[in-house]
């Protein structure tokens, strides 16, 4: 009986976990697309990586942070289908375009009073050809109360023809909407 004690415990002894070190080194061997860039807006910190068998199949997860670390908005999307993401040749190509995705090249909108004016009696704001979409639950006594506090805002591709806008008030980030661009 001590035998098969003993041998069961030398058998039990192969079924422990790996250690962490050697799980995060399994999962970084197998991410084919490891890249990173970081940035800073206001005095918040950008943070966008890529994680996926390759750069073409790769997930996009944008994070930004505020200074004690927390994350106040996060989100994941898939590379082939993001504007400036899509087409990564390489983890290097990958890690530039992760670093334009989260600090945009050019002039961009960059608070809440760049937002296009929302007409009396019109169902969305108006801006040309390629329309503004407010989120869900926004009206337009918010959106326009909004666009007169002139807000910081933040702006990044979220698809193949929208960039996600989002405003920071109070330590907070809201999601204002959705401007469409030609894809």
């Known amino acids: 009986m001590r035998a098969v004690i003993i041998i069961a415990a030398f058998a039990l002894t192969g ?9 995060a080194n399994q999962a970084e061997a197998e991410n084919g697309c490891p890249a990173t860039a970081s940035g800073v807006w206001e005095s918040l910190r950008l ?11 790769a997930q996009a997860t944008i994070t930004i942070r505020n ?12 590379a082939g289908q993001n504007f400036t993401l899509a087409g990564a ?6 890690q530039r375009r992760l670093n334009e995705w989260i600090n945009p090249p050019g002039a961009a909108r960059d608070s809440t009073g760049d937002l296009p004016e929302w007409p009396a009696n019109a169902d969305s704001p108006a801006d040309g050809e390629f329309p503004f979409y407010v989120e869900e639950g926004v009206d337009r006594r918010t959106y326009e109360a909004l666009r007169q506090r002139d807000a910081p805002m933040f702006c990044y591709t979220q698809g193949m023809e929208s960039l996600a806008c989002l405003a920071l008030e109070e330590g907070r980030l809201t999601k204002i909407g959705v401007q469409s661009f030609p894809g």
């Open 47 to 57: 943070e966008a990586s890529a994680f996926g068998a390759d750069c073409d199949e």
């Open 67 to 78: 200074n004690a670390g927390e994350a106040l908005w996060s989100q994941i999307h898939p």
């Open 89 to 94: 040749e390489s983890v290097e190509d990958m």
């Open 15 to 23: 079924c422990n976990e790996q250690p962490l070190s050697e799980t």
